[in-house]
């Protein structure tokens, strides 16, 4: 199984400025400076080797959406801006002529706040008459929310228009689905308005998509629901949008939680990969990285005995399973 993220972002798009790439250009050259760099592979080995990621690249700015490869057909978790992309690039290697393409989609809808919602106008496939595009989700007025969002005067198209058969369909949490291959759980979480955490397993392996998800004090509990849910999870993807600080100070009971809580959660749970999920939208991309380091250097002090890798999600990573 591979997972690939196409939209990282919490809350809002968020775009990169003429000033963060003069910035990153600044930084690559300074660095350049100790080096001999007379060719192009050898200026290539420099940035790969000596640039951090938020100088070589970045984290990306689409909102939420990741794909989970699968034979049976495209299993996606929620439509924010990055499903644009995914659909575009399924075009380009459609009218490459690349056979064997399905064009049966599966989404799975956390939430239907904006960000989770909001690539699905854009989302090219659904236009197309003789495709298919299944829409799941726990929430009873989820149809009524996809609608809303596309009719006049928020926008042109209505989603009656779109030529692909759209259809939903309302799942209860706690029961088992068999998804494309995959059987699909839902779990229901702490967010504004309630979010629904998803565990696909197939063939042995376990993927779970648990974003905009708050965990209050009852996290440290032993007999903690979520432990069970995220157990022994070859990749958790965990809503990390916030500082340690922020989650249970300023910004408690907005919905989401931190860096710090993932290692912990993870470690009782016994997962193997942990990719945070759902970035701030204010955090540029050093920001981002600085992220990532405090969380792995929590995981050394809180338990480097625990073969826990991390990950930063960012557009366009991929993750074998
Ligand atoms: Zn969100
Ligand atoms: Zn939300």
């Known amino acids: 199984m591979q997972v690939r993220f196409w939209g990282s972002r919490g809350s809002l798009p968020a775009s990169i400025t003429n000033k963060m790439i003069e910035a990153k250009i600044l930084k690559a050259v300074q660095a350049s400076r100790s080096f001999e760099l007379e060719t192009d592979e050898a200026i290539k080995t420099f940035i790969q080797n000596e640039l951090p990621f938020a100088v070589r690249g970045g984290y990306g700015g689409n909102t939420s959406c990741v794909e989970l490869s699968n034979a049976g057909g495209y299993i996606l978790c929620d439509a924010g801006t990055g499903l644009r992309d995914f659909g575009n690039q399924y075009m380009k290697a459609k009218i490459a002529g690349q056979s064997k393409m399905s064009n049966i989609f599966h989404l799975f809808i956390s939430h239907l706040h904006w960000d989770h919602i909001q690539g699905f106008p854009f989302f090219t496939p659904a236009f197309i008459t003789g495709n298919q595009v299944h829409i799941y989700g726990l929430h009873a007025d989820m149809e009524k929310a996809f609608i809303n969002q596309q009719n006049a005067p928020s926008f042109p198209v209505p989603l009656q228009a779109m030529g692909a058969d759209i259809s939903f369909h309302v799942l209860d949490p706690g029961s088992s689905y068999h998804v494309a291959g995959m059987n699909v759980t839902g779990m229901k979480q702490n967010h504004p308005g309630d979010s629904y955490g998803y565990c696909f397993q197939q063939d042995g392996k376990k993927v779970v998509y ?18 069970e849910f995220f157990k022994n999870a070859d990749l958790l993807i965990f809503d990390a949008q916030y500082s340690f600080l922020d989650a249970v100070d300023t910004k408690e009971n907005w919905g989401h939680s931190s860096n710090l809580l993932a290692v912990e959660l993870a470690v009782r749970a016994g997962v193997q990969r942990l990719c945070l999920f759902h970035h701030e939208h204010t955090f540029d991309d050093e920001a981002l990285d600085q992220v990532l380091s405090d969380t792995c250097k929590y995981h050394k002090l809180h338990d480097s005995s625990c073969p826990l890798s991390i990950y930063l999600a960012y557009d366009g990573l991929k993750i074998d399973l």
Do not use: C, P, Q
């Open 210 to 227: 648990s974003t905009d998800s708050e965990h209050k004090e009852n996290a440290w509990d032993d007999h903690y629901e979520f432990i």
